[in-house]
């Protein structure tokens, strides 16, 4: 039974909704002629004001702690990179007569405490979590991951792991070859760096090698000094092994701008260079078409990394509530919390996935959507930033503001995306080209709908606007402040205080409306038709406002071409064209901690997942 706040009015008490009959004109079309229901104080309003001073609190505590942070900033401080930091290298490797030429991106990340520790693989985590760094609660922490541009089949990235509280010390690395763990750190920067220091140190290197540094740094203009010397390492037994020379130019917040390192007969250069273009990635989805999902059954799925040196280890770290996306390779990619990574992961057995390359946009991730093999992060640095689905940063887009909605598409190479402060882009999806810009003149924290030439735009100022896709100018506006909007043929419909309203895309104008019981949690279209979620009571309409089907509570819906999967508090079901369902399951029950369904499509079947790296898989799969 629906709960006090979601129950319809009534002129009398009612015990059971339950037991009454159905909505005697749920199967009539309305009639055009009656008017649009008058606009009410929507009862959210006071908890957008209540969120808006909590942001400023936060706001304002954090910004006294980031003073008290920079009072005590060290010389070595100076010269990392920020976070979601992004650079491009290109990089030759000579071997004897041979010179192999790469081209690299690296991201920066800055994180702290053992949850910064627990941001890469489990096992290269677990190395560094058995040494003794007694101060891992209040570690700070630069990691850096490279991923290659030009080589598609290398997708083992190379991770760095530096400790940062004073200086800049190098606790563990992972390249495709090799990997390293040191203990204490290979101090690569002191605290007070300057021309003319000179630094030693000792230690392990991992399970079969100690190191000796020698390093010393030289100024090379205002901004950088170049940071020389050797590292040796040594076996347990005292044999000297590999002897390793280092060039490095360290420059004001930008980390390493070049390196030169050289060992036996080989010698790698790398230097920073210009972006590259994007390289063209797919930008479309083919439908999704289910065989026999009557036929389907549940199972359990759980994921793990696998490190090229220190081999496989479970999933640490925690997701994000965001709702994973799947690309056209059949990748799923996970958001994780904090200042967050994108992790994509694929199966490895029958029971598990496995994570195959991290990418870091910076900030907290807000959104997360996929496009063909292009996946799009909104993130809390105010920015829309694109990867492939080889881990590459293809290109990243500064907001004016944060943008709390994902970007919805508009054709197979193009989308638009409408931040907080009402700004609409439409963009390239594969370059992050901005085509038109135009702004709605009132915040905005609803999605958009696109169709039909149009973009709707619902404003928190109570005004639902529809602007040509084509352009940028606007066609039409209604007094309306909607929750969600979809376009079915020549109609826009919006849902507003439990109310459907069918809008021409022409005009604007009301072609008929239709009360909604319950709270809104989901809208789509499927089968040539409006599906409309609540918490109450959820209906099918036809295009004419004809209710079609009646579908109890719902909290998430998963359409594909020919398949409706409905996701509701205790059990999904898959609905078929014709309205009919032909299968059932029992879900796992909501906690606390988790009180929607993130569900995901797949070229199989749909995935539901978890607040952990495990989920369910419910396909005809063997």
Not at 113 to 127: E, I, N
Not at 328 to 339: C, K, N, Y
Not at 348 to 363: A, D, L, N, V, Y
């Amino acid at each position: 039974m629906p709960s006090a706040h979601e129950q319809p009015w009534s002129p009398f008490p009612v015990q059971d909704w339950s037991s009454l009959p159905p909505d005697p004109l749920g199967g009539v079309a309305i009639n055009p002629t009656w008017p649009a229901p008058k606009e009410q104080w929507p009862w959210w309003r006071p908890l957008v004001v209540f969120g808006l001073v909590a942001a400023l609190v936060a706001v304002a505590a954090f910004v006294a702690s980031s003073v008290g942070v920079a009072a005590r900033v060290t010389t070595a401080a100076r010269y990392l990179p920020t976070d979601g930091a992004v650079s491009y290298e290109r990089t030759a490797t000579t071997s004897e007569l041979k010179t192999t030429v790469g081209i690299n991106v690296t991201e920066a990340a800055r994180l702290s405490g053992v949850a910064g520790l627990l941001s890469t693989d489990g096992a290269f985590a677990a190395k560094m979590l058995d040494e003794a760094y007694a101060d891992r609660e209040r570690i700070q922490i630069l990691r850096t991951t490279t991923t290659a541009i030009n080589d598609p089949a290398a997708i083992a990235q190379t991770i760095r792991f530096y400790r940062v509280n004073a200086g800049v010390e190098l606790m563990g690395v992972s390249t495709p070859s090799e990997g390293y763990v040191y203990s204490p750190a290979l101090l690569l920067l002191p605290a007070d760096v300057d021309a003319g220091s000179h630094w030693t140190g000792a230690g392990s290197a991992g399970e079969t090698l100690d190191y000796r540094s020698e390093l010393q740094a030289d100024a090379v203009n205002s901004d950088c000094l170049r940071v020389t010397g050797q590292v040796r390492y040594l076996s347990k037994a005292g044999q000297l092994g590999r002897v390793v020379t280092v060039a490095q130019t360290w420059c004001l917040r930008e980390g390493i701008l070049t390196e030169n390192q050289s060992y036996a007969d080989v010698r790698v250069a790398s230097s920073r260079i210009d972006p590259p273009p994007p390289s063209v990635q797919t930008t479309t989805n083919a439908a999704i078409h289910w065989t026999a999902p009557e036929h389907w059954t549940t199972k359990a799925f759980s994921t793990i990394s696998v490190n090229p040196t220190f081999g496989e280890g479970p999933m640490v770290g925690s997701p994000a509530a965001v709702t994973p996306v799947r690309t056209e390779s059949d990748l799923v990619i996970r958001a994780t919390l904090g200042r967050g990574d994108l992790v994509a992961t694929t199966p490895k057995t029958p029971t598990e996935w496995t994570s195959i390359w991290r990418g870091h946009p910076g900030g907290t991730i807000m959104t997360l959507s996929a496009f063909g093999n292009v996946i799009i992060a909104t993130t809390s640095n105010r920015q829309i930033v694109a990867y492939s689905d080889v881990g590459v940063r293809l290109w990243q887009l500064s907001l004016g503001d944060l943008a709390p909605t994902a970007p919805v598409r508009i054709n197979d190479r193009e989308a638009v995306l409408v931040d907080l402060a009402g700004v609409i882009r439409r963009f390239d999806l594969a370059t992050g080209t901005v085509l038109w810009q135009g702004n709605v003149g009132s915040d905005v924290n609803v999605s958009p709908a696109a169709g039909a030439g149009l973009v709707v735009i619902m404003d928190r100022g109570g005004t639902t606007t529809a602007y040509e896709q084509a352009t940028g100018q606007r066609r039409w506006n209604a007094d309306m402040q909607g929750a969600a909007a979809t376009v079915i043929s020549d109609t826009v419909v919006v849902i507003q205080d439990q109310t459907a309203h069918a809008l021409l895309t022409t005009t604007g104008t009301h072609r008929w409306v239709r009360p909604i019981f319950g709270t809104l949690t989901d809208m789509a279209t499927f089968a040539g038709q409006i599906v409309v979620a609540t918490k109450s009571e959820s209906v099918i309409l036809r295009g004419d406002g004809v209710v079609t089907k009646q579908l109890g509570p719902l909290l998430t819906l998963t359409p594909s071409r020919d398949h409706l999967v409905a996701w509701g508090p205790t059990e999904a079901s898959v609905i078929a064209k014709d309205g009919t369902v032909v299968s059932r399951w029992t879900l796992p029950a909501l906690t606390l901690s988790l009180q929607d369904r993130p569900a995901l499509a797949t070229s199989e079947g749909v995935l539901l997942f978890s607040n952990d790296w495990t989920f369910q898989a419910r396909d005809n799969a063997v």
